[in-house]
């Protein structure tokens, strides 16, 4: 009992103390008129390494854009590193709330920010904070635009305003950008500012239909038109942006989504996207004619080469734009400007270099090699050019070994010869059992493979559910597309409509670099059809090194050919029905070696489905008109007799 009423005593003092203490808060002030908001709040002041300017920008038809300018705290004759772009200059300064400029800037940035670059954004003609008006890949002055402005007039005027406005400066410019940053990067190069000393397009899109975001040979790519009505929608939407890009669906899946559609003319009156412009004009040119021509960065720069030192970056699995690159330093090569263009291609997916780049889904490679591009090629080429630094040095061209996993170094590229050229390039042909040989085929008569593409059960590109890959960029989600170039093929690997053809196991090692080219000969039952070619490396079944990889088959580069488009881009003609005909076409660029116990792989399919709209089989003015009438089953034949052979040539240099 003392214990007990010793303790109701404690609580009871502590009670009052509790009682008094609110009395006194309550005291201070009548909680009936008090809020938890302050009249006014100061955030102390934080000492940041850098200044952010916020600058509207105008142009010669008076047009403004929105440009963030990032100054080093005490910079002084600075080069000055600008990057035009339709994904929200703002997000691009915003990785943290940091005090320093390094760790705010992106991951890409941090070596010029540790160099005391000053670092600048603008958001392109249309596209969030800048005024006028945004037309996708926007064409140059012209028969394709009769306005005098375009995005070279724009990055002129940009750049004549920077050099004589920021005082921290050494009045000069260097660019970079990669994707449509690396768009606006090359574009400028067509009538490059005098201030503007060196450029670095990285993966950027030079030809939309030979081989960049919107085609290759022909086929449409139908999974970027929620990229279109992510970018056209409005003008906030966008990548980083968190708007647009998830048009409503009835599936979960895009092989249903599309598939159910139709044709993808089908698909987009279904979604409403007809409404956008870029759509319309898109589909009113489904050939390679003079609108696309027009647009073909690579040819104008040739035609009009630069004498600005011009850097270009190509990942070897890059899903969107694996084209561009390697095409603009060809035609500047065949232009006799090689003493002013440089080219690195590395083991990256699409933009990579703006991340890290120790692996590649379940490769690894030597460190990473997306800091070690940055920081020992771009940077010692940006400081040379912008800040007389020592001479960077750079081999001509820079390729990765993704088969012995090193950098290699070359005074040219490709190192074996070109279309038309057969010295160099080693022909793999398709052969009986389903077998590639080196051996060129000696049978007579019509010897072939067969196998039905039948468009109602189209090959998918990477492994269901196939999720739209711009529903959450803003996530950094890319939901399987961007690994689809190096996505084990095992998955369709076997199924009737995907015919596969390999080597033996090697005994010594084979290695490839430059472009291989696909040279089959094939009939079909169909008035159209396309042809998709990979040549892929097959690993041991014993794989010790890493267990991830143990009969991994590995593509190497893969590409598709609308058959329509056989003898011309620009002029279609149909198939004729079972006879034979020849079906020639580059692969994207490799560097590469099959080790001793790999096997060399070859698969031939004709649909790559939804990445690509499906081919009705049947001849149509137009596909993106293709009624559901004119979808029918083809039976495809690859021949591989001495008269018909049906090959992979290889640019073989071990």
Partial sequence: MRFKSGLVGMLAVVGTSILSAAHAVDSSSDMTSVSDFPKEFKAPAVERDYTKRVEMIPMRDGVKLHTLIMVPKGARNAPILLTRTPYNAAARIERSKSRSL??????????????????VFQDVRGKYGSEGDYVMMWPVRGPLNSAKVDHTTDTWDTI????????????????????????????????????LKAAVPESPVMDGWMGDDWFHHGAFRQMMLPYIYMQTSSREAGIYSGLGGDASRNTHDDYDTFLRAGSAGDYVR???????????????????????????????????????????????????????????????KAAGKMDNNWLVMGPWKHSQVNGTGYEMGPLKWEGDTAKQYNRDMVLPFFEHYLRDGPDHKLPRVTVYNTGENRWEHFDD???????????????????EGSTLSFDAPTGSGEQADTYTSDPAKPVPFIPRPILDPFSNMAAGSWNGWGDALFTDQRFVDGRPDVLTYETPVLTSPVGVQGIPIVDLRAITTGSDGDFVVKLIDVYPADYPNNPKMRGYQLPIAMDILRGRYRT?????????????????????????????????????QSTLFPIYDRNPQTFVPNIFNARPGDYQKAQISILRSKAQPSAVLLPLVK
């Avoid at 630069?306 to 850097?311: D, F, G, M, R, Y």
Wanted: glycine share 6%; aromatic share 12%.
């Fill in 102 to 119: 390094v760790n705010t800037l992106a991951l890409s940035d941090e070596e010029f920010a540790k160099a005391g670059y000053i670092r």
């Fill in 160 to 195: 004549e305003w920077l050099v004589k406005n920021l005082s921290e400066s050494n009045g000069r410019v260097g660019m970079i950008g990669s994707s449509y940053e690396g768009f606006t990067t090359a574009i400028a190069l067509l009538d490059p500012h005098p201030a």
């Fill in 270 to 332: 279904t979604y409403g996207f007809d409404q956008l412009p870029w759509v319309a004009r898109a589909m009113a040119h489904p050939a390679y004619d003079a609108f696309w021509q027009g647009q073909a960065l690579d040819k104008l720069l040739a035609a009009r080469p630069s004498k600005v030192p011009t850097l270009w970056e190509q990942g070897l699995w890059d899903s969107d734009d694996i084209y561009g690159a390697n095409q603009a330093w060809r035609a500047q």
């Fill in 413 to 431: 590229w490709p190192t074996a010869c070109e279309r038309g050229c057969a010295t160099g390039m080693k022909p793999i042909y398709m052969s």
């Fill in 568 to 604: 011309s881009f620009e002029h279609p003609s149909a198939i004729p029905p079972n006879k034979p005909q020849q079906y020639r076409f580059e692969l994207p660029n490799v560097n590469h070696v099959f080790q001793p116990g790999h096997r060399i792989m070859v698969q031939i």
